[in-house]
């Protein structure tokens, strides 16, 4: 294992450095994380003319948004007629809507912006593992072209030619979709944010947040950020910030190792087209490639956690089963993130109090939806109306024994990682 385990610090080209909070602010937009939602917000209000000011507790990218797989895909996890019933058709159609344009929205920023993070939109796909698998793939295919998506339900013998791998009985082609260096993304949207003139700060853990009068103040250290508006963007990675607001999610870890980069007679036959992948099994796996030509196994797993060598064991033997050229090449890096998993499985927008909202639970679609919640929440405080949102504000979400919940998956995860792929 290298010195840097997480691939995507080690190889971003993009570059962000910040300061600590060193003084009292007053701005009229908060907020506090900075990740793909807290960027992508200081972005669009600082583009609106608004003074801005976020506090990220460690580095721009430290949560899950730089130890993300990199893959930017439209809509949610669920299916659309999932989304629908449980949201009601109205509501449904218009999150189903807006994050239908998630990827392009992405792309467009890094065109924007000139994100140095290896953009490819090559499409995704999502992998049948079993005939049930693709049964269920078929089932949203039809219900993703009913909504005028360009979806592909390929059959096994076109998913080996994209993938390499016979592994395989089919898979649902998205070509909005891609793939990213995810940290240097969100690098990428800290420095664009910068640029027009928000300011930001590193190693600004808050302490508390409080609201009087008209407007909030944030506590970093010894000083004191007050603002009008406030945006909560920590996700996963929230840490206690007093009475005022502590979200409600499952934490679920995902461990992803990788190779280095691959020689070429190697290399050209695993996905050629450079799509990203993951499956559909219930303890999912994700297989990926990036632009130097390594080779990125992941899956539902703390690889930072008790059962970490059962974990990298397993990415061994499935990246063999995947291809067996590879059965002996090294992974020379391993990492672990946190997703916040909300029990329907669909993002929460939380008004906190006034002017203020918290944006988390996207269930492991990070990219598209945290640029796309980011943007509009920003839009939404500094208008002073909530009718852009992707979703309706609630004043409160709770979940049922979530640490209950998270043993559950990683026990999961364990037993099905120590069995399979042997």
């Not at 992941?298 to 990298?312: D, F, L, Y």
């Amino acid at each position: 294992m290298t010195s840097e385990p997480n691939l995507w610090r080690a190889t971003a080209r993009e570059t962000f450095t910040a300061p600590p909070l060193n003084a009292d602010r007053t701005v009229d937009l908060a907020i506090i994380g900075g990740g793909f939602t807290g960027c992508a917000a200081a972005l669009e209000a600082a583009r609106q003319g608004a003074s801005v000011c976020l506090l990220e507790a460690e580095t721009i990218g430290h949560g899950g948004s730089g130890r993300n797989v990199g893959l930017v895909n439209a809509g949610l996890w669920l299916p659309p007629d999932t989304v629908r019933a449980q949201m009601g058709e109205d509501p449904g159609n218009h999150l189903l809507a807006a994050l239908s344009e998630a990827p392009s929205r992405v792309f467009a920023l890094i065109d924007r912006e000139a994100i140095d993070c290896d953009a490819t939109r090559n499409g995704t796909l999502h992998l049948a593992h079993s005939p049930k698998g693709l049964a269920d793939l078929a089932e949203r295919h039809r219900q993703g072209r009913a909504m005028g998506a360009p979806l592909q339900l390929l059959d096994a013998e076109e998913t080996a030619r994209r993938t390499g791998s016979t592994a395989f009985h089919g898979a649902l082609l998205d070509p909005r979709a891609g793939t990213i260096q995810p940290l240097a993304y969100v690098r990428g949207l800290a420095r664009a944010a910068s640029k027009a003139g928000a300011t930001l700060h590193e190693r600004s853990p808050v302490q508390s947040i409080d609201h009087t009068s008209d407007h909030w103040t944030v506590t970093s250290g010894r000083h004191r950020l007050k603002a009008r508006r406030l945006l909560v963007a920590t996700n996963a990675y929230h840490l206690t910030l007093g009475p005022a607001f502590q979200p409600a999610f499952v934490p679920v870890h995902y461990c992803q190792y990788a190779t280095d980069p691959l020689p070429p007679p190697v290399l050209d036959t695993i996905l050629p087209g450079g799509e990203g992948c993951w499956d559909t099994a219930l303890v999912m796996s994700s297989v990926r490639r990036d632009r130097a030509g390594r080779i990125i196994i992941g899956g539902i797993g703390n690889g930072q956690g008790p059962g970490a060598k059962v974990h990298k064991a397993w990415a061994h033997r499935k990246l063999a089963a995947l291809y067996p050229a590879l059965k002996n090449v090294p992974l020379t890096h391993g990492w672990t993130g946190r997703i916040a998993m909300t029990g329907d499985h669909i993002p929460k927008i939380v008004a906190i109090g006034p002017d203020a909202y918290a944006v988390f639970g996207y269930s492991g679609r990070g990219i598209g939806p945290g640029t796309v919640f980011g943007t509009e929440t920003a839009r939404a405080l500094l208008s002073g109306t909530a009718e852009t949102l992707p979703l309706e504000p609630i004043q409160q979400h709770r979940e049922t024994a979530p640490a209950v919940q998270a043993a559950y998956y990683e026990t999961g995860a364990c037993v099905t990682h120590a069995l399979a792929a042997r």
